[in-house]
């Protein structure tokens, strides 16, 4: 029966990894294989060895002499403990999402427009670069790539010109969200199941981050792509659409970096800070919507009124359900392999199967893990998607909180993924607004992506000394 499980969760994530080529929306093979992986885990309960316990980390004594009822019953309740975790991220990023459609409903990021006004390519380059850097450390790397790249398409009417910003974008987003907890998918999964800090994520990963944002962009600064003037031109009639767009854009970025702050004084799960900083940015929404309206709507039929949306209802209509569902699969997936004890096997097996290169991260009890084992999971993650890779990672390893092991891992997963287009949520949004060719990146940006990666890397590893 676990055979049958590995076959249907190896054919659930060929189908999500092949999602253009088969045309099929990857939340139907996530969904797809978690029900089946949970119902083969119910039916076959009684022909399995081991059983994994995820909150001691370590596999149930005595399993096997388990009547069907008490087995049933640990399968219930471990499902349940798997859909409490799983639910901590996807309301995270349910409130998250939720923000940022509320700023661009009041078009807040046209704000960051206005602070350019050069024409030369090089110094356009750095701009981008350092805005996807701090912004998707904040909002996000995959919307920070959507905001940017829709700025760029305002500023660089050339499009030949502009892909090759957009491939410095991804990478730069990428690196920035891989030292916040709330920048990546991957690392916001590892802060709330308490493997990283913030503290730690910022003094192990900012630097290698910076510098993975920094050496490919210094490059590709004496590139001929980056050489002389854009034909740039003073849009006067592109203004903001509200009067309180930077207002609502200052207000939701503060809302977002105050939920860290929040976990950090009450130790309280994230989601219920993004929860705070949604309901505050709601109620201004509200507040500054309704200043747009005139006294004559409120006499107006029920129907009229009904054609000035509420805000917050117009940004969750808008927010990325498919996303949080293909999370919800994954995620609930990979948890049934790691019921089943076979992640923690497998992570056995690899301790004695791969060389063990370089500094191992190791604590006493633990599994050790090679810096080498950390470095494929990154150029695995260009090929397919880090979340999976990241969210097995949790069940493979019992290091303890901010052990140098999640930190290398966040940064792996995080910055991995822009070796390829198709690596990374940024990447493929990013090819996705300007059609950029999948060959046309790997022969003129993957290069630089590596080598980010591959400095990155080497510097993380000269600051875990140091801690």
Request: glycine fraction near 6%; charge should be negative.
């Amino acid at each position: 029966m676990e055979s049958a499980i590995i076959i249907v969760f190896v054919m659930g994530y060929l189908a999500i990894t092949l999602e253009h080529n088969i045309k099929l929306d990857k939340l139907i093979p996530a969904l797809v294989m978690m029900a089946v992986c949970w119902a083969l885990v119910a039916l076959g309960v009684d022909n399995f060895t081991n059983w994994f316990d995820s909150s001691q980390h370590s596999l149930v004594e005595g399993f096997t002499g388990l009547v069907h009822e008490d087995k049933m019953h640990l399968v219930e309740e471990t499902l349940l403990h798997h859909l409490g975790k799983t639910a901590e991220i996807l309301v995270f990023l349910l409130g998250a999402m939720t923000i940022v459609e509320i700023i661009d409903y009041f078009d807040g990021f046209s704000t960051i427009k206005s602070f350019i006004h050069t024409k030369k390519k090089k110094t356009i380059l750095w701009i981008f670069s350092a805005l996807a850097f701090i912004l998707s450390a904040i909002i996000d790397n995959l919307t920070a790539t959507i905001v940017l790249i829709s700025i760029l398409q305002k500023i660089v009417k050339n499009r030949n010109e502009r892909i090759w910003f957009a491939g410095l974008i991804i990478i730069a987003a990428n690196a920035g969200g891989a030292w916040s907890p709330i920048g990546d998918v991957t690392t916001t999964m590892l802060w709330i199941g308490k493997k990283v800090t913030t503290e730690m994520l910022f003094l192990y990963l900012f630097i290698p981050s910076l510098l993975c944002m920094i050496i490919p962009s210094f490059i590709a600064s004496f590139l001929p792509a980056f050489k002389g003037e854009i034909d740039f031109e003073e849009d006067v009639e592109d203004k903001p659409k509200s009067p309180h767009s930077a207002r609502m854009l200052y207000l939701g970025l503060t809302a977002i970096v105050f939920v860290p702050v929040f976990k950090t004084v009450t130790h309280l799960p994230p989601y219920v800070g993004m929860m705070l900083s949604l309901a505050v940015v709601a109620t201004f929404a509200e507040i500054y919507s309704r200043s747009k309206i005139s006294l004559t709507d409120y006499n107006s039929t029920e129907s009229d009124r009904a054609a000035h949306h509420s805000p917050v209802h117009a940004s969750l209509s808008k927010i990325e359900m498919p996303s949080i569902l293909f999370f919800l699969g994954i995620l609930m997936a990979v948890a049934a392999l790691e019921s089943l004890g076979i992640l923690f096997n497998f992570a056995s097996t690899l301790q004695e199967s791969v060389p063990m290169m370089g500094t191992e991260f190791q604590v006493p009890g633990a599994v050790g893990v090679s810096d080498l084992v950390v470095l494929l999971l990154g150029v695995g993650s260009a090929v397919i998607d880090n979340v999976p890779l990241v969210a097995a990672s949790l069940g493979m390893f019992s290091q303890a909180v901010d052990n140098p092991l999640w930190h290398f891992i966040a940064f792996s997963a995080g910055t991995g993924g822009s070796m390829l287009i198709i690596g990374s949520a940024a990447g493929v949004v990013a090819m996705g607004m300007e059609k950029i060719d999948f060959f046309w990146y790997l022969k003129k940006i993957s290069w630089l992506a590596l080598v980010g990666f591959l400095v990155g890397s080497g510097a993380f590893m000269v600051i875990r000394t140091l801690f």
